[in-house]
């Protein structure tokens, strides 16, 4: 149940089927010349919807900004602050609570690691004043590592590269553009810089020539199944 899609009654209705919400977050940030901005939200929204197909139940409309660090000055890259992602999500897992809603899985298409955080962080506040809920972290990353590592040609593959675009070309071939290339940043480690593109002009982070739609399907379908059994998981948590 797609919640911006349905009306009051259906919601009313769909809580009879089901307490468990999705809440996709991605990111509008720079994936190199090659994919969309919008590359990690289109992932996390499409995964929440084909599992709505699957099972009852809801997906929130989606967050579409992120905390993007490496990215920040990237064109086309609209970054916002912890403070904000934190909020911004608090209050919408708090409007849901009041709906009626009690099993919040927060899916995050964005692998950033503050912009993670940041998500994980607002859900141990939810924790503490939400007496009924339960709640999931998760990135789309995390889920699909183990069983989808044999499918990935390149080592430590990780933004716009093999996997992310092959997700693209699974899903919007007419979005992704020609002329990528392999690509790795070179930040130096544990010093903090402020000309990030110096250190990845690319914004690439593995090897998209290595992307196919047959990989992005069988992906995409990895992160669907792994994502069901969170969902089971978590409905089914009983905390000592």
Known sequence: MIIEEITSQDFLEGLEQTR????????????????????????????????????????????????????????????????????????????????????????SGHAGGTHNATLLDAGECLLGILPEAKIAVVTEYDLAAGEGKGLIETAGDSHAGEIEASRMLATRPHLVKEGAQEDYPCFPKHILVRNKQHYWPSGVWGDPTKASSEKGEQIEAIVVNALNRLVTELENFVEP
């Open 20 to 107: 468990t919400v999705l809440v996709p977050v991605g990111a509008t940030e720079g994936h190199g010349a090659h994919l969309p901005l919008g590359t990690d939200s289109f992932q996390a929204i499409d995964v929440c919807r084909r599992l709505s197909e699957r099972r009852p139940v809801f997906v929130a409309p989606p967050i579409l900004y992120g905390v993007c660090r490496s990215t920040s000055q990237h064109p086309g890259t609209l970054s916002i602050r912890t403070e904000t992602l934190k909020c911004l999500l608090i209050d919408v897992i708090e409007a849901l609570y009041r709906q009626g809603v009690r099993n919040f899985v927060v899916l």
